[in-house]
């Protein structure tokens, strides 16, 4: 079936750097659409960051422009996160997920401590 695993998050000061990865199974990876998306404590999952099939085509939500960077290794079924100037409202739990897919992962939780 269908499965997220992600991984990297921890306690990082504001301003600080944080790459977290994504390990997929149950689908063609290669094929997919992938998305992050984060959810703060007390509010509702927000999208983040889009990556096409091929990982040439990026998107990301305004509020991590610039900072985040998305990627992928189709060869490796994984994806990453880059998230440099981490800012205190980026503590939430972070998910990623395929576009096509409603399957997700447990998350893995980014405290972002000022």
């Known amino acids: 079936q269908v499965k997220f695993v992600e991984s990297g998050g921890g306690l990082v000061q504001v301003g600080g750097s944080l790459r977290l990865s994504c390990t997929a199974s149950?689908?063609?990876?290669?094929?997919?659409?992938l998305k992050w998306y984060r959810q703060a404590p007390g509010k509702e999952r927000d999208f983040i960051a889009r990556?096409?099939?091929?990982?040439?085509?990026?998107d990301y939500a305004d509020s991590v422009k610039g900072r985040f960077i998305f990627s992928r290794d189709n060869s490796k079924n994984t994806a990453s996160l880059q998230m440099n100037d981490l800012h205190p409202e980026a503590t939430a739990v972070y998910y990623c997920?395929?576009?096509?897919?409603?399957?997700w992962g447990q998350g893995t939780q980014v405290p972002v401590a000022s």
């Open positions: 997920k395929a576009a096509s897919y409603t399957t």
């Open positions: 149950g689908f063609i990876f290669g094929a997919a659409v």
């Open positions: 990556i096409d099939a091929t990982g040439r085509r990026k």
